[in-house]
């Protein structure tokens, strides 16, 4: 993983500015996102800790599997901590995709990155920053359209760029076109493409600002996650917003002696008994919408990243990340 003061990073980022189409600009110069400006009153991490993850796929049909492939893509995800004079932060980040050579050619990745500042533990400002390629595909028969989408010259990408404080959300939202053939493996850093896309009046840009008495704790969705994991309840109920939208996470915890056997097996972990499976839902207050997935965790190490979890983007389609040795995080360098 690259950081923002890698050298190499600032080359890039230089190169995929040369390379953009010309186009009218909103402004002449971009502004640092949200996630940027609060990072930048630390230095670097005091704890970094990576895992990576294998991609493995179902296909399903009335929750009957159709298809199962492994390795059709990887993940990796990190944990920092930040220490300053006054204050801590954690952030956490993680970036997933296709491999379009096993993958039939589909050709999709997205990244979410928060940093979440503390004060006395508890939260008191937040900033997040995600990008994720376009996948409008609603059912089986308009996905396999995306068979072969690799050797597209452009593709369509949606970003978010988000700040919360007490009892505000502010959030800017574009959607807009860039090449089509980089990966979740290979691409140039992110935050300069959307930066890119916020100054392009090419793009379509959602400006978000509200305020709710409720939104008292800036909280943010892996942050919620990440705390479920660490609490020693069970079960635990808590609220986050997304750009100018408020989310009730619920989670339950219990042992999974069954995958405990084949993690300790895999060498994954040391005591099949520290196995915990966590089940997550997330819903959206307004509409009532809800997702849901399930963590895998080992409960003997506290700042451990999941081990495995599967979700179902898709009625069609399951994701499952699999904590792996041999795949290897994106390189800059």
């Keep these: 993983m690259w950081t923002r003061r890698d050298i190499s990073g600032r080359i890039l980022a230089g190169i995929a500015a040369s390379l953009w189409p010309v186009r009218r600009l909103r402004g002449s110069e971009a502004r640092p996102l949200s996630i940027e400006l609060l990072l930048d009153r630390f230095s670097a991490p005091l704890v970094d800790i990576q895992s990576c993850y294998r991609a493995d796929i179902t296909i399903q049909i009335f929750r009957v599997p159709l298809y199962r492939k492994r390795g059709v893509g990887g993940a990796v995800a990190n944990l920092r901590q930040y ?33 979440v500042l503390e004060e006395s533990s508890v939260p008191a400002e937040a900033a997040y920053f995600g990008m994720m390629t376009s996948s409008p595909e609603s059912s ?82 892996l942050y919620a996650v990440s705390e479920a994991m660490r609490q020693p309840e069970s079960k635990r109920r808590a609220r986050y917003i997304y750009h100018g939208r408020e989310f009730e996470l619920e989670t339950s915890r219990e042992p999974d002696a069954k995958k405990g056997a084949v993690f300790q097996e895999s060498g994954l972990v040391k005591n099949w008994a520290s196995v915990l499976r966590l089940e997550g839902r997330s819903k959206q207050i307004a509409t009532g919408e809800t997702t849901s997935f399930t963590i895998w965790q080992d409960s003997a190490d506290r700042n451990a990243l999941p081990l495995r979890f599967e979700f179902q983007p898709k009625s069609f389609l399951k994701l499952t990340f699999e904590r792996d040795p041999h795949v290897k995080p994106p390189s800059l360098t």
């Design 83 to 115: 220490q300053g004079e006054r204050e801590s932060a954690i952030g956490i980040s993680f970036l997933a995709g296709s491999n379009p050579e096993k993958a039939g050619g589909v050709n999709r990745f997205g990244y979410i990155e928060e940093v």
């Design 140 to 221: 089986f028969e308009s996905a396999r359209s995306a068979l072969g989408e690799a050797n597209r010259k452009q593709a369509y990408y949606a970003g978010i760029d988000g700040s919360l404080k007490a009892s505000r959300s502010v959030s800017t939202a574009a959607a807009f076109a860039a090449s089509g053939q980089y990966t979740w493996f290979g691409h140039p850093p992110l935050t300069s493409l959307m930066k890119r896309a916020l100054l392009d009046e090419s793009s379509k840009v959602t400006k978000e600002s509200r305020t709710n008495p409720r939104w008292s704790v800036p909280v943010t969705f």
